[in-house]
């Protein structure tokens, strides 16, 4: 994150005469903890961690880019369910690339699979519990590569369909719901309906 406004040196100061800093110190005391951390100040994402598991795929293959692709789209569907938090960055790279080969490489995906999990250093459980939750939550109700070429919904029913199918909350959640839209618009009217979906 970058600092568009740099505070002024009254805002910075705390409490009594004790605490004034100069800007002359402030500045030091920002370069000796910027110097302490080696400059590194980014984010660890899953993002990071996809090369390291795309290329240890067997052969001198080149990865297809629908594999990449895929695995980033279910890496980026984790920011919509909670569950993901408890996994380390590299746990959810490292199944989300599991997902995207059994998902697009899907003849040869027991072969890439055992090559992955025999190639990587980290715990092999943590991958494999994301793996599950991955699985369980995304991969059954999220769009497939197939699915997201085609065309879009005609009907109010198959806008609600895809909707939630991408809000990827969970089975019971998302099944009752479109039902329950389902059937209150037949009943009531598409006004009703619209009023019911703005409440959530």
Same mark, same amino acid.
């Given at each position: 994150? @970058? @600092?568009? !406004?740099?505070?002024?040196?009254?805002?910075?100061? *705390?409490?009594?005469?004790?605490? *004034?800093?100069?800007?002359? /110190?402030?500045?030091?005391? %920002?370069?000796?903890?910027? /110097?302490?951390?080696?400059?590194?100040?980014? =984010?660890? /994402?899953?993002?990071?961690?996809?090369?390291?598991?795309?290329?240890?795929?067997?052969?001198?293959? +080149?990865?297809?880019? +629908?594999?990449? $692709?895929?695995?980033? %789209?279910?890496? *980026?569907?984790?920011?919509?369910?909670?569950?993901?938090?408890?996994?380390?960055? =590299?746990?959810?790279?490292?199944?989300?690339?599991?997902?995207?080969? %059994?998902?697009?490489?899907?003849? !040869? #995906?027991?072969?890439?699979?055992?090559?992955?999990?025999? #190639?990587?250093?980290?715990?092999? @459980?943590?991958?494999?519990?994301?793996?599950?939750?991955?699985?369980?939550?995304?991969?059954?109700?999220?769009?497939?590569?197939?699915?997201?070429? #085609?065309?879009?919904?005609? #009907?109010? *029913?198959?806008?609600?369909?895809?909707?939630?199918?991408? $809000?990827?909350? =969970?089975?019971?959640? /998302?099944?009752? $719901?479109?039902?329950?839209?389902?059937?209150?618009?037949?009943?009531?009217?598409?006004?009703?309906?619209?009023? %019911?979906?703005?409440?959530?």
């Amino acid at each position: 994150m @970058e @600092e568009t !406004e740099v505070p002024l040196l009254l805002d910075l100061q *705390v409490g009594d005469a004790k605490f *004034v800093f100069e800007a002359r /110190t402030i500045r030091r005391m %920002e370069l000796l903890i910027m /110097t302490t951390l080696k400059w590194r100040l980014h =984010s660890i /994402t899953p993002f990071n961690f996809i090369d390291y598991y795309l290329y240890r795929l067997p052969g001198n293959k +080149t990865v297809p880019g +629908t594999l990449i $692709s895929r695995a980033m %789209e279910l890496i *980026v569907s984790t920011n919509r369910v909670i569950d993901f938090l408890d996994h380390r960055p =590299s746990a959810i790279a490292g199944a989300a690339v599991l997902c995207a080969v %059994e998902e697009v490489l899907q003849r !040869e #995906s027991a072969d890439y699979r055992s090559a992955i999990m025999a #190639s990587i250093a980290v715990n092999k @459980e943590r991958i494999f519990s994301c793996y599950d939750l991955m699985q369980e939550l995304l991969i059954d109700f999220c769009s497939t590569p197939k699915k997201s070429l #085609s065309a879009p919904p005609q #009907s109010p *029913v198959g806008v609600l369909d895809a909707a939630a199918c991408v $809000s990827c909350d =969970s089975t019971e959640n /998302t099944a009752g $719901s479109v039902q329950f839209i389902a059937k209150r618009r037949r009943i009531n009217g598409p006004l009703l309906c619209m009023a %019911e979906d703005q409440r959530w």
